[in-house]
C-alpha cells in the first residue's frame, strides 16, 4: 500500500494530467464580436505562494518540488450592460457562481531557481458567458481548459545582519492552449515581469511585489481589458505551525477607455484576501476567502460611479492542497 503522501501526490498528478488532456474544441476567436476571451479572474494564484495566495515566496528549505491544485469559487465575476428599455440598460452576467481547479508544479532547480506550471480549468459556471446578451436561453458554459501558465521565479537573500529579506524577480507567461469559453484564456500569450521584496521576521512575514501583466487588448460593449500594472503587499502571522495572512492586491489598467456612451471608464480591478494554512508533514492545506474593492470608476460628465472590477468578484473562496517532495 503506498504512503499517505505519496497518495496525495499520485492523485495531484492525476489531476494535471487529466485537465491537461481535456479537449479543446476549436481554437478562439478573439477578434469575433461575441468572443468569450475576457480574462475571468482578476487574482491568479501564484505556484510559489505558501502563506499568501497572489504574492510568491522563496523555496522553503529543503525543498525539492512542490505539487498541488486549487479549487476556487467566485460569484459576480463579470457583468455586462445590454441594450434595453431602461435608459440605465440591463445587467448581464458573464460569468456568475464560477468553480475553477488550477492543478500547479513547482521544482526547485537551484536554491535561488524554481520553475512552475499551471493548468487551470472551469468546471461550472451558472451564467452562458457572452450569448447571454443575445439569448436568454443561452445554455451554462460546460467543463473547458485555460490557457497553460509558464513561471520562474529568482529570489536572492540580502545580507542586512539577522534580517531575512529575500529580493525576488518573477516572471510568468500564459501559453494560448485554452478553450475561450474558460474564461481563462488570453488573445495569444501574455507576459508578467515583477520585482518583489519577502522579509521574515520571527512570527511575521512581509511581502511586497510590483510589476506589468502585458497582454493584447480585447473588448466586449463598453468593457476593455488591456495591460495592467501589478501591485499586492501583504503581511503573514505563524504560530503553531499555522499561518494567517492577508493581502491586497491591486491591478490598475494602463490606459483609461471611452464607452459608446461617452463615458470614461477608469479601470482599476483590486481585491482583499485572507488565507488561513497549515502543514500535516509534507501536504500543507489552505483556505482563503476575498472580494473585490470598489475603486473601479466610470465617469460621465460630472457624475461618477464607483464599481469592482471588472473583472471583479463580490465573494470568493479557494482551498489549496500541496504536497512537498524533500
Known sequence: MLPRGSLVAVVLLSGILVSIALPKPALADCGAVLSNCLPGESVPRSPFALRFHALPEPAPVGERARLGSELGFQT??????????DPFGREVPLLDDWYTATPFLVWHVAPELSLAAQQPVTLSQSASGVEAVSSIDAPAIPIAAGDTVLSALFSHPLNFGATALTLMVAQRATVPTGHESSFLKEDGMSYSPSLGLHWQLTSLTFAAIGGLHLRRSVSFGDLRFGSEALF??????SRWNASLSTELQLRPALQSDESAAGATIHRFPAALLFNLGYPFGPVHAAIGVGSSLPVSVTQKGATSDRVSGPPGSVFRMSATLAYSFR
Do not use: E, M, Q
Open 232 to 237: 499586492g503587499a501583504g503581511v503573514a502571522y
Open 76 to 85: 459576480r465575476t463579470l457583468i455586462a450592460s445590454a441594450a434595453s428599455p
